[in-house]
């Protein structure tokens, strides 16, 4: 993820994270996204899911 943030400069950048998904939370949040709101999702099988919606706003 960081060789990534470091070739794609532009900003802000979102991702999204389903809350249950503790390591994936840790690999965005530790490098500098900040959560900034929740949502639910539904994938194709029909399994809904909360997510976190987080933002990365300037290079961590």
């Given amino acids: 993820m960081r060789l990534f ?3 794609y400069a ?3 950048l979102y991702a999204r994270v389903a809350k249950h998904n503790a390591a994936s939370l ?3 949040r530790g ?3 900040k959560i ?3 949502d639910k999702f539904s994938n ?3 399994e809904n ?6 933002q990365l706003k300037s290079t961590p």
Avoid at 49 to 54: G, M
């Fill in 5 to 7: 943030l470091k070739e």
């Fill in 10 to 12: 532009f900003r802000p």
């Fill in 26 to 28: 840790k690999v965005v």
């Fill in 31 to 33: 490098n500098g996204f």
């Fill in 36 to 38: 900034i709101g929740e």
């Fill in 44 to 46: 194709s099988a029909g």
């Fill in 49 to 54: 899911y909360d997510e976190f919606v987080l």
